[in-house]
């Protein structure tokens, strides 16, 4: 329930957050009196969008664990995956395993782990294919962008899903795909500006990925604003 409150609690945020920028800013009013539409690129924190599986292995932690699958099926958030016993399973399927000499982590033997939909904001929206109220995540702030504020989906709300398991130094791949994203959102919005919004880890993701991906000028001509929802910018208690 903590997790759903904070999304609540985000959702009015950057309601409230878009209007001001309507009222205070003043958005560009074309001759159609309509205002000018910041394209929204949704990136999720720890735990914060689906990921899928595909298993091809030699061994399991029990007899009814699944050690084959005929392609990619929903691994996070699949509530039929952390029910008792069966929690094992996915254990074993979700699980990194680090090498010190590469400082790298990989999946466990025949797991292959990946994300869909790159671009789409449907697995940042909810994070079970069912949809469910208990797993909604940017839903709420999509829809509200969407009734609200005549916002469309595919278009001008975006989500980047990436591999949450991993740090930063591992997910090249992702930011070049940011980037390519940013850019295509961009030009296909008539050269809008875009806003970041991101939540919990993806801020430090996203900050990552600025200073290091790309370069003032691009973020000139790219990036509007930058929302940073519940950021651990002060770290975070140590696990024991």
Not at 198 to 218: D, R
């Amino acid at each position: 329930m903590r997790l759903k409150f904070y999304l609540i609690q985000s959702s009015f945020f950057v309601l409230l957050l878009l209007a001001s920028l309507a009222s205070q800013v003043k958005l560009k009013i074309n001759k159609h009196k309509q205002i000018t539409l910041y394209p929204v690129i949704l990136i999720p924190g720890d735990g914060g969008n689906q990921l899928y599986a595909k298993l091809n292995k030699s061994s399991a932690p029990h007899y009814f664990c699944q050690l084959k699958s005929n392609g990619f099926f929903e691994l996070w958030l699949n509530l039929e995956e952390i029910s008792p016993y069966v929690i094992d399973c996915f254990i074993d399927n979700m699980r990194l395993f680090y090498d010190n000499k590469t400082r790298t982590t990989n999946n466990g033997q025949g797991v292959d782990i990946d994300i869909k939909n790159f671009g789409d904001s449907s697995t940042v929206e909810y994070l079970d294919d069912s949809k469910l109220s208990v797993t909604s995540y940017f839903a709420q702030i999509a829809d509200a962008l969407v009734k609200k504020l005549n916002y469309k989906r595919g278009l001008n709300v975006r989500g980047a899903p990436y591999d949450w398991r991993k740090a930063p130094d591992e997910l090249d791949f992702f930011f070049r795909n940011l980037t390519n994203l940013v850019e295509e959102t961009y030009y296909a919005n008539n050269n809008t500006k875009c806003m970041i919004v991101a939540h919990s880890m993806g801020n430090p993701m996203t900050l990552y990925w600025l200073n290091n991906y790309v370069s003032q000028e691009w973020k000139d001509k790219f990036i509007r604003y930058f929302v940073s929802l519940s950021a651990p910018w002060g770290g975070a208690v140590k696990s024991k």
